[in-house]
């Protein structure tokens, strides 16, 4: 599942292509005909990200509400490309040479302003909103007796965390993913708040998820991470700690597993 830096970036570049411009929608599937038809020919006014969820807001008063899910894709194509027949919605601005389909999402639909506040208010904090409250995550996160690697899980909480960024945060605040989010003090869980907003941003920035310091590799800059080394703990069971060299455990937390360094994490 596209995690939150994923959403946003989406934001950012939907709204770069499409504000202010009138589009084409369709659906190629057929099964948005109805709704793509409601937004034909209106602009883009908003494009914007609360965690792993999207809204589109157009000049109609209507609201494309997004959750792409496990399988979900939202791409950006050459407009003179035939669109997939399983794209359940295509846009394209007008005289535009682009245009954006979108595949399989978990939830695909056209609501009011009122419905679009209603979802915002079920999800949590966001690192990446300027409204996003530490102290609201703080405050979720500390009343929940579950471990820690679950509570970032819980998109009530804190939103956009996924499997690999929930492991790669507890790893850089040296916090085992075991323990309860109630243990943990206020200034671990405030680490794991500031630790989550700086790797989202990063991930908005390089448009992938990049935890390695450059400098443990004789690089100057995250970019320029290789593939292989870009991360501490996700997927890297048995491999040694790129910090300690102990070897890297997995467990199952939240019905996922997650990895952690039984050393360098407590």
Known sequence: MPEGHTIHRLANDLAHDLRGRPVVASSPQGRFAASAERIHGAALVRAEAFGKQLFLDWATGDVLSVHLGLIGKFRRTPAERAPSAQARLRLVPEGGAVAWDLTGPMACELVDP???????????????????????????????????????????????????????????????????????????????????????????????????????????????????????????????????????????IGGRSTWFCPSCQS
């Open 114 to 252: 009122a419905t679009r506040r209603r979802i915002a208010a079920t999800i949590g904090p966001d690192p990446l909103r300027r409204n996003g409250s530490v102290d609201e995550f703080v405050r979720r996160s500390s009343a929940k007796r579950a471990p820690i690697g679950a509570v970032l899980l819980d998109q009530q909480v804190i939103a956009g965390i996924g499997n690999v960024y929930r492991a790669e945060v507890c790893f850089l605040c040296g916090i085992d993913p075991r323990r309860s989010a109630a243990t943990l003090t206020d200034n671990q869980l405030r680490a794991l708040w500031r630790e989550s907003g700086t790797q989202l941003r990063n991930g908005v920035r390089l448009n992938r998820i990049v935890t390695r310091a450059p400098a443990e590799l004789g690089r100057s800059q995250l970019a320029r991470v290789p593939a292989g080394e870009r991360l501490y703990a996700y997927k890297r069971g048995g491999d040694p700690c790129h910090r300690c060299g102990e070897h890297i455990q997995s467990v199952e």
